[in-house]
């Protein structure tokens, strides 16, 4: 079975940092092209960071030059590098298998003064 997992989300203030990490298992990791995706109340889920299993990474406009997503294909991980947070970037972060369309459970972020 396939088995995805984030973790890492907390309360932060603004201005702060914070590092989510995705662990997939039931999968060839290296084969895939993974995602972090984000729904705050109110919103659609959005595509915030997409990396191919090459390597080459696509942001979206919101984040870019303060997110920055990478992967460990060697520890079947995918992470989220989230600087320089402000109130807007508080929602539910999701990590996904994008070609296959599985899902994590989410993980909480909070940014808050």
């Known amino acids: 079975q396939v088995q995805v997992v984030e973790s890492g989300g907390a309360l932060v203030q603004p201005g702060g940092s914070l590092r989510l990490s995705c662990a997939a298992s039931?999968?060839?990791?290296?084969?895939?092209?993974m995602g972090w995706y984000r729904q705050a109340p109110g919103k659609q889920r959005e595509l915030v960071a997409a990396?191919?299993?090459?390597?080459?990474?696509n942001y979206a406009d919101s984040v870019k030059g303060r997110f920055t997503i990478s992967r460990d294909n060697a520890k079947n991980l995918v992470y989220l590098q989230m600087n320089s947070l402000v109130p807007e970037d508080t929602a539910v972060y999701y990590c996904?298998?994008?070609?296959?369309?599985?899902w994590g459970q989410g993980t909480q972020v909070t940014v808050s003064s």
């Open positions: 996904k298998v994008n070609r296959r369309g599985y």
């Open positions: 039931g999968i060839i990791f290296w084969f895939e092209d």
């Open positions: 990396i191919t299993s090459g390597g080459d990474t």
